[in-house]
C-alpha cells in the first residue's frame, strides 16, 4: 500500500493542498528529522516529549532508559501521537496576513510495543547511531549485556499519518500583488560546525573520514 | 518569581543535572524556538501539532485560523502541553551507550484564554510578525477587519514549565577514555540562505536592510 488510510483524524483540513498522504513522501520527513515530539495522556492530561528516533520500514522506533517515564508509558502500549518538524524557510508576503514558513511536518498515530530480547536491541541501536552518524557504528564500542540492560527500546507501527507540506513563494492577494514590498522567502537549513574534539582526548587520532563527510554535506 | 514552582509533573527525573527551572532559561529558548509543539486530549486520545508561537511577558500566544481544530481546542480552555526544542549538536562518544545530542528543551503545561478584540489581536499579530523578521511589521500591509476575523489567537499563561539542557563534550566512561575512537561533538545550527524573490515581483524593490541584517546574523 503506497499510501495511508484517510480518516478523520489524519485528514489535513487546513490548506487541504498541503496534505500528504504517500508513504515515500511520509517516511521521507521522519527520516530527515532529528528528533520528534511524542504526546501521551497520563491521568487524563496531555504530555509532550521530544526525543531520538528512528524508523524501520513501517515502524518508528525510540529508546531510552529503561527507568524513564516516557519509555514505560509507550512500553506499556498506550496510545501515542508523534510530529516531525523540518522548517525550510520564511514566507515573507506583502500582506502581515500571508506570512507563513515553509515546512515540512509528518503528524502520526500507534502504540508501541517493547522490544525485549538483546539481538533486537543492538540492532535498534546500530540503527540510531548509524542514523545519527552514518558510519560511527563500526568505530564506537559496542553496548555491553550492562548497557542493553539499562536501555528500552520500543517499536511503534504506524497505524495513520499525514504529511503536511507548504514551499515555494508567498501567495499574496492578487489586489496586493503591487505593493512597494519586498515578497519572497528566506530560506533556513540546519548546517553542520567545525567538530569540537573531547578535551579529553589527544589529538594522536584523527577525525573519521565518515565525519567529515557528514560536515561536507551539510555546509 | 525567578523560578517555576517544582512539581511531579514538570520535575527533570532523568539526568537530574539536566534540568533547569529559572524563568530567564526556559524564555530564552521559547523566544529562540521558531515553532513549538502542542499535545492535547481529544476523546482520550492524544494529538500533537507544530504550530508558531510567540511569547508575551509569562504567557505563550498562539494563532491560527478561526476555523482550525487546534485553535478551537485551545481556545475551549481545556489543558495543553507544549515543547520547544532546540538541536545544538551531536554527541560522539567513544562507546556507543554514551551517544547523545546536545539541546535546550522546555516542556510547558497550561490552559488558553481566546483573544477577542480585535485591538488585542493586532498586537498579538505584529509580535508574530517582528518575531518571525524584526522590522517586518512596519513594512508590510496591515491586517483588515475581516483578515483579524478569519484569525483566533490565544493566550496561554504558562502554569508550570522546566528546561531540560545537555551541552558540552561526551562523557565516556572513565575506562573508555584511552579507546582509539575519535570523540567529540559536531555543533549544528539553523542557518539562513540568500533570499530568493517571489517570481510575481519586479527586481525594482530592493532587499531590505532588515532582511540582509537577519540573512547575516545567521550565516
New interface residues.
Given amino acids: 500500500m503506497p499510501e495511508f488510510q484517510l480518516t478523520n483524524k489524519n485528514r489535513v ?2 490548506h487541504p493542498e498541503r496534505g500528504a498522504y504517500d508513504k515515500e513522501r511520509v517516511y521521507q520527513i521522519i527520516d530527515e528529522a ?2 520528534c ?5 497520563q491521568d ?7 526525543t ?1 528516533h528512528a524508523r524501520h520500514n513501517e515502524s518508528i522506533l525510540l529508546h ?2 529503561s ?3 516516557l519509555m514505560r508509558h509507550i512500553e506499556s502500549g498506550q ?5 516531525f ?1 523540518l ?1 525550510d524557510g ?1 514566507v ?6 500571508s ?1 507563513s ?1 515553509n ?1 515540512r ?1 509528518v ?1 502520526l ?1 500507534g502504540h508501541g510495543e517493547k522490544v525485549a530480547t538483546d539481538d533486537e536491541k543492538t540492532a535498534v ?1 546500530e540503527r ?2 548509524e542514523r ?2 552514518p558510519g ?2 563500526a ?6 549485556a550492562l ?1 542493553l540492560k ?2 528500552s527500546v520500543a517499536v511503534l507501527p504506524i497505524e495513520l499519518a499525514s504529511a503536511k507540506i507548504r514551499q515555494g ?2 501567495m ?1 492577494d492578487e489586489r ?2 503591487g ?23 589527544q589529538d594522536d ?4 573520514a565518515y ?1 567529515e563527510r ?2 561536507q554535506d ?1 555546509q
Avoid at 487524563?44 to 521530544?50: H, T
Avoid at 496510545?79 to 510530529?83: E, I, N, T
Avoid at 587520532?205 to 573519521?208: A, G, K, N, V
Wanted: proline letters at 12%; charged letters at 20%; zero cysteines.
Fill in positions: 483540513k487546513r532529528l528528533i515530539h511524542v504526546a501521551f495522556v487524563g492530561e496531555p504530555f509532550v516529549i521530544p531520538l531510552g532508559a527507568s524513564s517515564r496510545r501515542v501521537s508523534l510530529a518538524s522548517v520564511l515573507l508576503a506583502r500582506s502581515v496576513f506570512h514558513i515546512y511536518s503528524v498515530f541501536l540510531f547511531t545519527l552518524m560511527r557504528w568505530d564506537a564500542r559496542q553496548p555491553t548497557e539499562a536501555t513563494p508567498p499574496d496586493d500583488l505593493l512597494p514590498v519586498w515578497a519572497g522567502v528566506v530560506p533556513l537549513r540546519q548546517r553542520a560546525r567545525d567538530p569540537i574534539r573531547d578535551p579529553q582526548q587520532i584523527p577525525l573519521p565525519i557528514y560536515i551539510r
